[in-house]
């Protein structure tokens, strides 16, 4: 929670009012429904939704994340996906893969 809270804070001191989109996204450790996600959302929009993420032996939870900072300028998702097939022996986590319009 005190990271998620360092990293509101640091954004929103660089970045409140940017013309262009700003992005958070990587392995959070966190499920969908946790507190640590529930206060990213305060700052930031979900980008990459809650399709499962993780691990490439199992595929059983979703906590790799792409986020879009709300005091940026916004961004319409295209697409969203989390890439599956053929890609197993890359990670223990599938790639996640966002296509937006800015």
């Not at 507190?35 to 059983?60: F, N, P, Q």
Request: aromatic letters at 12%.
């Amino acid at each position: 929670m005190e990271q998620m809270r360092k990293i509101n804070e640091w954004f929103t001191t660089r970045y409140a009012g940017c013309g262009k989109p700003v992005f958070l996204c990587g392995d959070f450790n966190v499920l969908p429904d946790s507190e640590v996600i529930a206060l990213a959302l305060e700052r930031w929009t979900l980008l990459s939704g809650t399709d499962l993420t993780y691990s490439t032996k199992k595929r059983s939870k979703c906590i790799d994340y792409i986020f879009a900072f709300k005091d940026a300028a916004p961004v319409e998702v295209q697409n969203a996906e989390v890439l599956v097939e053929g890609t197993e022996n890359l990670s223990d986590h599938y790639p996640v893969l966002i296509t937006v319009k800015y």
